[in-house]
């Protein structure tokens, strides 16, 4: 079945260490996003990708970098720059970011956690 | 996840029951509107969506209604099933600029039906 996979479900992370969470997809999309989603507040864009080799800042990259290197892949870092990682982090896909209609399709999420 | 509810109005319904779930979005100029169902733990899933140039969409079981003049949508789930509770919410697209198009989340509403 085509989708959207993200792991791990579950990641802790040292108070200076950098983690990095998966994000594959092999419904063949051009566009490829990662959210924060905190208790009580809308999805939140951190990064976003229209093609491969391309990526831009959404509303609050600071502390977190991407790459997309394959079509089918946008791992996203938690860096130590980002004070406030506790959060559920949802990774999406499109056709194309640049057509209307483009309902996004989710994966099931990485809760990560502050140890 | 289960965090995701917490903070978030909540609508309680009886089982067989009708469901309406209401968002109030922000750009007057925004093209397209999704409802997406949140399951705790899981990602997003998308139910229905409606372009702005129709005021009513219907899917299975579900009905989307748009009103443009107060910028209004909602959303009506018939004879409620206990797997219809999970966090819903709206998500409106706009026009960017340079040929980009912008996603807004709103911050959801918990569905809990009661059998």
């Known amino acids: 079945d085509g989708g959207i996979t993200q792991s791990p479900k579950y990641l802790f992370r040292k108070e200076g260490q950098n983690v990095t969470l998966s994000c594959e997809q092999n419904?063949?999309?051009?566009?490829m996003y990662w959210y924060r989603q905190d208790p009580g507040q809308g999805l939140r864009l951190i990064y976003y990708?229209?093609?491969?080799?391309?990526?831009q800042k959404g509303d609050i990259a600071e502390g977190y970098s991407v790459s997309r290197e394959k079509k089918e892949s946008f791992p996203l870092t938690v860096t130590s720059a980002q004070k406030n990682p506790t959060a559920f982090y949802l990774c999406?896909?499109?056709?194309?970011?640049?057509?209307?209609?483009?309902?996004?399709?989710f994966g099931d999420g990485t809760r990560l956690s502050i140890l | 996840g289960e965090s995701v509810g917490l903070h978030l109005p909540t609508l309680s319904v009886q089982e067989g029951d009708n469901s309406i779930i209401n968002c109030a979005y922000s750009n007057s100029a925004s093209d397209y509107f999704i409802w997406y169902k949140q399951e705790s733990g899981k990602g997003p899933q998308f139910i229905i969506d409606i372009r702005s140039n129709m005021d009513k969409r219907q899917g299975q079981r579900v009905t989307v209604l748009l009103n443009k003049t107060v910028k209004h949508l909602s959303l009506q789930i018939a004879a409620t099933q206990p797997g219809d509770s999970a966090v819903y919410f709206c998500?409106?697209?706009?026009?960017?600029?340079?040929?980009?198009?912008?996603?807004?989340f709103g911050k959801g509403t918990k569905l809990s039906v009661i059998p």
């Open positions: 419904l063949n999309h051009d566009a």
């Open positions: 998500a409106e697209i706009s026009y960017s600029g340079a040929g980009s198009y912008q996603l807004t």
């Open positions: 990708s229209q093609i491969v080799n391309d990526f």
């Open positions: 999406a896909s499109s056709i194309s970011r640049d057509r209307l209609v483009q309902p996004q399709h």
